[in-house]
């Protein structure tokens, strides 16, 4: 009797075997990934510093620009460019992520870490060598926006363009500025077409009442007043918008805000 009831045991533990053996295995399979997509364009949005609504002078209408396009072309080097033309000292600042994907003044879309710089005066376009005169690291840039509108500085670099030179952590630095012939554009005059630019306020209403004080002086000229990043400016534009006529309204402009500075700067 033990001994059936042994095997009876021994056939019973064999059969659970067997079931386990053939009982189906889960495997747990991780679904491929989607297939990569196409990077989508880059949002273009107003910039502060350009247009008319802000303290950066735009050469051409918000609605000439092309959305999405490349700040720049690739950067000649310094055997192409030839012979500096002009030569600049003074102080050089740098900006950067408040304005990225934003227009410029040249009507491309700034990018922040593209070999770019703003100035008042050098025709957009132009390539200039820029020198951090405190650690001698230069950098070949072009001129794509207006600005810097801040007393003493003469030049504000991409963040790209302050990192080559050293003076990103510096944030303000002493620079040589070498520009070399500006391009040729059709139909731009190279004697270029100027404005004033007065700011910035710290109220709406002192930049109001300068526009109402300019519009009976200068009858002729266009005048608009506008909010910006740092306050509220005044511009205007002469009927004849050289560089003399400009020169001659900046020189006469006494704003009641000892901190607002007439600025004569270029649109093209």
Same mark, same amino acid.
């Given at each position: ?112 870490? %593209?070999?770019? *710089?703003?100035? @008042? ?6 390539? &200039? $060598? !820029?020198?951090?005169? =405190?650690?001698? #690291? ?22 790209? %363009?302050?990192? *080559?030179?050293? @003076? ?6 002493? &620079? $040589? !500025?070498?520009?070399? =012939?500006?391009? #040729? ?28 004080? @300019? ?54």
């Amino acid at each position: 009797m033990i001994h059936r009831t042994f095997r009876v045991a021994v056939f019973s533990v064999l059969a659970i075997a067997a079931v386990g053996c053939h009982r189906e295995t889960l495997v747990y399979r991780q679904a491929p990934p989607p297939p990569p997509t196409s990077s989508p364009a880059p949002v273009v949005r107003a910039n502060t510093r350009t247009g008319t609504d802000n303290p950066r002078v735009a050469a051409a209408p918000a609605a000439s620009a092309a959305p999405g396009r490349s700040a720049v072309a690739e950067t000649p080097t310094e055997r192409e460019l030839g012979k500096p033309v002009e030569t600049e000292v003074g102080m050089a600042s740098w900006y950067g992520p408040q304005y990225n994907l934003h227009n410029a003044a040249d009507g491309s879309v700034y990018d922040q870490n %593209a070999m770019t *710089a703003a100035h @008042l005066t050098l025709p957009l376009g132009t390539m &200039v $060598r !820029v020198t951090n005169l =405190a650690t001698g #690291q230069s950098a070949v840039v072009r001129i794509t926006d207006r600005g810097p509108f801040v007393k003493g500085r003469i030049l504000d670099l991409s963040l790209g %363009a302050a990192k *080559a030179i050293g @003076l990103y952590r510096m944030g303000v630095g002493k &620079v $040589r !500025v070498e520009a070399f =012939a500006p391009p #040729q554009h059709a139909g731009v005059d190279p004697a270029g077409r100027w404005c004033v630019q007065i700011g910035a306020f710290a109220t709406e209403a002192e930049a109001q009442k300068l526009q109402r004080d @300019l519009l009976r002086r200068y009858v002729t000229a266009k005048v608009i007043q506008f909010a910006g990043p740092t306050g509220h400016w005044v511009r205007i534009t002469p009927a004849q918008p050289d560089r003399v006529h400009t020169t001659a309204i900046a020189s006469n402009i006494h704003p009641s805000d000892p901190q607002a500075e007439p600025y004569l700067t270029r649109t093209n």
